[in-house]
């Protein structure tokens, strides 16, 4: 499980002596038990080698904790990225993104996409049109749940900021933790996501945003478009630079 205070456990797997073939089968209980083969990633360039786009069947988990190897990226992956990602509770670290639009470790992710189970640590991301640490531009329907991320999120130039995503067309976040700082010199920029969503557990008046400090089961309203938060969290600054 996830807490604020990180994973309580990870799977990992050793492949410094070359080993290859090595296969993870995660049985889906909710689903009469069927089993799902996962392509295992073990650095950062097998994010473009090994993950499908394009494709609702592409199913990749980390294998192990991972750090930046100082390649200049806009993204992990570029392309729309339909399938499921597990970071398997592994950690990124010193991740660093510089691009122009959609900048994020996925570049874009479609309807039905799902990433869970993932620390990013001391992440810097620098972008300018949708800009966010695990997702530049979501369609409708991703799903983000059990994510630690620390980052700093920097937009030069347009709209869309957030923390996680740049730009979303709604989902559902569940148990993520969030920290750091995001900063755009445009407007609509989040600590998460890059709408200021009011919420209403029964009456106005707070920006979800702004106040992620306890645990929530309530429905976004009064955005662009709407999905779910439960057990979120964010600690840091959100800022427009003027």
């Known amino acids: 499980g996830l807490t ?97 639009s959609q900048t994020g470790m996925f570049q874009y992710t479609g309807s039905g996409a799902i990433l869970r189970d993932l620390a990013v640590v001391n992440a810097s991301v620098n972008g300018s049109y949708m800009t966010g640490t695990l997702v530049g531009q979501a369609f409708d329907g991703l799903t983000l749940k059990n994510l630690q991320v620390a980052t700093t999120v920097t937009a030069s130039g347009n709209a869309f900021t957030g923390g996680l995503v740049g730009y979303t067309d709604g989902g559902t976040l569940g148990n993520a933790y969030v920290s750091g700082k995001v900063r755009s010199n445009s407007s609509w920029v989040g600590g998460i996501f890059h709408h200021r969503c009011e919420y209403r557990p029964g009456k106005l008046g707070r920006r979800s945003d702004r106040w992620f400090l306890q645990r929530l089961d309530l429905k976004l309203r009064f955005c662009r478009h709407s999905g779910w938060l439960r057990s979120c969290g964010w600690r840091g600054r959100i800022r427009r630079m003027l």
């Open 4 to 100: 604020s205070g990180g994973f309580a456990g990870r799977i990992s797997y050793d492949n410094s002596n070359g080993v290859t073939g090595q296969t993870l089968i995660i049985q889906n209980g909710a689903n009469g038990g069927a089993a799902q083969s996962y392509t295992l990633l073990y650095n950062l360039a097998d994010f473009g080698n090994k993950i499908a786009t394009d494709t609702s069947n592409a199913h990749v988990a980390l294998a192990t904790g991972v750090a930046d190897d100082g390649v200049v990226r806009a993204n992990l992956r570029n392309g729309v990225f339909y399938g499921t990602f597990a970071g398997l509770g592994n950690s990124l670290s010193g991740l660093q993104l510089n691009g122009s």
